[in-house]
């Protein structure tokens, strides 16, 4: 990387992680992953979708090149090598670099967290704007991978295309809910204030919780998530209720729960 464009990384929070003899790109990416999650507003079952899919696509893009037996979750394609670790490194590469630019587009901090992104290929030493899918080149192979992990998921009830992904909308707006009596949480108690005294709503009368075994969200005023981004006033779940996702890592015995 050029020397100002490294300095200009360091002084704007952006960071990417060097491949050291010690550390495998998936580990690479990995990291990028991490520190995205680090400075975004939590959302744990998006980003637990995120790493399973990121997974996905090293993997696959490590089977592609693989002749012992392992085969793809999605993408099942097997090409040839004459340099096995250059060429899975650079299609492992890929593969990740497009899946986290696809889900770091509704981050609440894509402006930065999208320029790590392309800061990290560049580390690398990969190309960001070669989007072929000619599989004789492991770039190929590596964009071919994720092309069919990307479709594989796009439709799994995450209603992630519901969303406004970053420059369409700054902050972007990320996986909202299904709608009430499609899967969406009904908030059955009034908030509970906590600028006054006593179990008071916004309103400053008593009232009642109306089921002791529902949660009972929190009205806090100036509040702020891990990161000082303003939230609220009234709480919300952490993540959309997903109870029509396509589960990725456990099985569904009953439809009609989670």
């Known amino acids: 990387m050029q020397k100002l464009s490294l300095i200009t990384l360091l002084l704007t929070g952006l960071n990417f992680v060097s491949q050291a003899a ?63 670790l250059a060429d899975r490194n650079k299609a492992i590469s890929y593969a990740a670099y497009r899946m986290l630019k696809e889900r770091h587009a509704y981050s609440r901090t894509a402006t930065n967290t999208l320029a790590a992104d392309d800061a990290q290929m560049a580390a690398l030493g990969y190309d960001t704007n070669d989007v072929s899918l000619v ?12 092309a069919a992990v990307s479709a594989w998921f796009i439709n ?19 996986y909202p809910d299904y709608p009430q009596g499609q899967g969406g949480y009904n ?19 008593e009232i009642n919780v109306a089921d002791i075994n529902r949660w009972q969200r929190l009205q806090i005023p100036n509040a702020v998530d ?22 990725f890592a456990l099985a569904r015995d009953d439809s009609t729960k989670p």
């Open 22 to 84: 010690s550390n495998s790109v998936a580990r690479v990416w990995d990291e990028r992953a991490l520190a995205a999650i680090r400075a975004d507003t939590p959302h744990p079952p998006a980003q637990a979708r995120n790493l399973f899919s990121l997974s996905v696509c090293m993997w696959d893009a490590w089977a592609a090149y693989d002749t012992n037996g392992a085969v793809g979750y999605v993408y099942r394609g097997k090409h040839s090598s004459t340099n096995l």
């Open 135 to 146: 599989t004789s080149d492991p770039a190929g192979v590596g964009n071919s991978v994720y």
């Open 226 to 247: 891990q990161n000082n981004f303003p939230q609220g006033p009234i709480q919300n779940y952490l993540g959309a209720q997903w109870l029509g996702v396509r589960p």
């Open 156 to 174: 799994d009830g995450a209603r992630q295309t519901n969303g406004t992904p970053y420059p369409f909308a700054d902050p972007p707006i990320a």
């Open 187 to 205: 908030y059955t108690n009034p908030p509970l204030a906590t600028d006054r005294a006593g179990i008071t709503t916004s309103n400053s009368y």
